[in-house]
């Protein structure tokens, strides 16, 4: 069974996910927009491919991960690579020649949640900087 993706719920969760309110995402589509528009927007199944485009540019995220992103499936994939990775870890700490050091291993997924907070954080200060720039214009 196919499941359909719904655009209008991905719109929706990368904006929440960059921590970006309806209001700002009207502000920045223009005049026509609202954050009754925004609502209505995010509870649609398909979203227009122009109005897509314009999306993706203003949260700079790819058209194809408003039309491709299925929470699902994503979740399954997350949780069978844990899950994979946890019994590699445990395989190799309970093997003779034990080569993985488990406290490296979570220092190095630290440093790597650390570098994708530290991007997403840099990333919204831009999106702030574009919004009291376009306050500041007007």
Do not use: C
Not at 9 to 23: A, D, S, V, Y
Not at 37 to 44: A, V, Y
Not at 102 to 121: G, Q, T, V
């Amino acid at each position: 069974m196919e499941t359909k993706i719904h655009q209008g719920r991905n719109i929706k969760r990368f904006r929440e996910m960059l921590g970006i309110k309806q209001e700002a995402l009207a502000f920045e589509l223009g005049e026509e927009w609202n954050q009754k528009k925004i609502s209505l927007l995010e509870q649609k199944e398909e979203v227009d491919t122009p109005l897509l485009e314009q999306i993706s540019q203003v949260l700079h995220i790819p058209v194809e991960a408003f039309r491709n992103f299925d929470e699902e499936q994503a979740i399954n994939i997350i949780s069978n690579t844990i899950t994979n990775n946890d019994n590699a870890v445990m395989h190799s700490l309970y093997s003779n020649n034990a080569t993985i050091n488990p406290i490296e291993k979570i220092i190095e997924l630290h440093d790597e949640k650390i570098a994708l907070y530290e991007r997403m954080l840099k990333e919204k200060d831009e999106m702030m900087t574009r919004l009291e720039k376009l306050i500041g214009g007007k």
